[in-house]
């Protein structure tokens, strides 16, 4: 009986080391062809390249018409932490009022903010942009921070409210009995204890908005104000003949910032999702 549970076992990881490597074949495939010659990249399907060019990571770096992609990734940085510190600082005040403060129509406004979360982006694309254009945003980095510095995402404000709903009351009473002001309690009983879930929501923001591309396509024109994504996608000719190695190399270089940032605080994002809304 032992021996067929160990059996059991090794066969039941076998199968999940073979689905991960399934898994991970593309990601390896596009590691390895950025450092292929461009002649090779279609035509030699294996991993580990037999040709090792860095020429790929030189010509993708200078750009495009005298932009590098220092500027795309300072561009991209620029918008990313921005979005973080506006979605921290405004969703983390929000869920505070809906959790702990009581007023007219709360129930109400926080009803209409759950609806918020079912409506498609696409929906509100076109009254969004008419009103960029109208306050003359448009080709600025305005459309994509200002919005999270006005609780735009209402997802964040869901899970921290649940978050703060799991943080006993008690510690309210007694701040408030010592002459803590709702402030008070806010920057010294919540927002110490509200760490995991701030740690969750700025990697999240961070992944989101440097990966995103539709807004950036929308509202962002000039070359100087280009993002890596958009910087990559310019690199793609469909007309032409596209430099596939130089798009390769620098679709490698736009993982990183994602990888570092999400194995640095893995701890805290599994901390953060696992006790939300937990007693």
């Not at 506006?86 to 009803?111: D, H, P, Q, Y």
């Not at 408030?176 to 879930?197: E, N």
Request: charged letters at 10%; one cysteine or more.
């Amino acid at each position: 009986m032992a021996q067929r549970a160990i059996a059991a076992k090794l066969g039941k990881h076998a199968v999940i080391i073979l689905l991960g490597l399934v898994m991970l074949y593309p990601v390896l495939w596009l590691l390895g062809s950025s450092f292929k010659p461009n002649q090779q990249i279609f035509t030699d399907t294996s991993v580990w390249p037999s040709s090792f060019t860095l020429d790929n990571y030189v010509n993708g770096w200078k750009g495009l018409q005298g932009t590098t992609f220092g500027t795309f990734f300072a561009n991209s940085l620029q918008i990313s932490v921005l979005s973080v510190l506006g979605n921290v600082i405004t969703c983390s005040l929000t869920a505070f009022a809906f959790a702990r403060l009581e007023f007219r129509g709360k129930k109400l406004w926080f009803s209409l903010m759950l609806v918020t979360i079912m409506l498609p982006y696409h929906v509100t694309l076109v009254p969004q942009y008419i009103l960029y254009n109208k306050f003359e945003w448009i080709n600025t980095f305005y459309p994509l921070v200002v919005p999270k510095w006005l609780a735009h995402d209402s997802f964040f404000i869901l899970l921290m409210v649940q978050f703060i709903r799991g943080i006993p009351k008690e510690l309210d009473e007694s701040a408030t009995i010592d002459g803590c002001g709702q402030s008070q309690i806010y920057f010294r009983i919540v927002l110490p204890l509200l760490i995991p879930a701030l740690i969750t929501t700025s990697i999240f923001t961070f992944i989101w908005t440097w990966d995103d591309f539709f807004s950036q396509m929308i509202y962002l024109n000039n070359i100087k104000l280009f993002t890596v994504q958009l910087g990559i996608r310019s690199l793609f000719d469909p007309s032409g003949q596209s430099d596939w190695g130089a798009l390769l190399a620098m679709s490698v270089l736009s993982l990183v910032p994602i990888m570092a940032i999400f194995l640095t605080f893995q701890k805290h994002f599994v901390d953060g999702i696992s006790t939300t809304g937990l007693k």
